[in-house]
């Protein structure tokens, strides 16, 4: 498989951020759930998370970087969002919002800086795994330097 240089492998590159980059099978037009990925690249699914965005009632976007076997828990994501209530944003508004594609979706490098809640089960990791911003493409960092990289919080946030 060819050298992939993703635009969140670059802002890694350019932050001096150490990371490992693995490559999974998926077709064109498929999609691959997280565990899929986890068991394509010889992961724990407990070390591999995915991005999700969502909106709060104040029309303010949020991103949820949660493991790929867990579920965002909407009333704990509102609660640390300090919003009444937050919904998942449409997948066909993704692109708008991230600059990213369902699939391909990263913390890094979105087209804004949201505001960011990492699950805190993180902390006790030495590394993570997150998209690179392309599907098929993964990086895997330390949570502390992703959380210091993208301003997020770690906090309680799945069911």
Wanted: hydrophobic content about 40%.
């Amino acid at each position: 498989m060819s050298k992939v240089k993703t635009n969140a492998m670059r802002i890694l590159d350019s932050n001096k951020i150490a990371y490992n980059m693995y490559s999974y099978n998926v077709k064109k037009g498929e999609h691959v759930d997280g565990v899929e990925v986890a068991h394509q690249i010889e992961k724990d699914v407990n070390q591999v998370y995915k991005t999700l965005v969502a909106m709060g009632v104040s029309k303010n976007i949020y991103v949820y970087v949660i493991p790929v076997n867990e579920h965002l828990d909407l009333k704990k994501g509102a609660k640390v969002a300090n919003e009444k209530s937050i919904e998942m944003i449409n997948v066909n508004d993704i692109n708008k919002f991230t600059g990213y594609i369902r699939g391909g979706c990263s913390p890094i490098g979105m087209k804004k800086l949201y505001k960011t809640f990492i699950n805190e089960s993180a902390i006790a990791l030495d590394s993570i795994i997150v998209s690179a911003g392309k599907i098929g493409h993964q990086v895997e960092l330390s949570p502390k330097e992703l959380q210091s990289l993208i301003n997020a919080e770690f906090s309680d946030i799945v069911k």
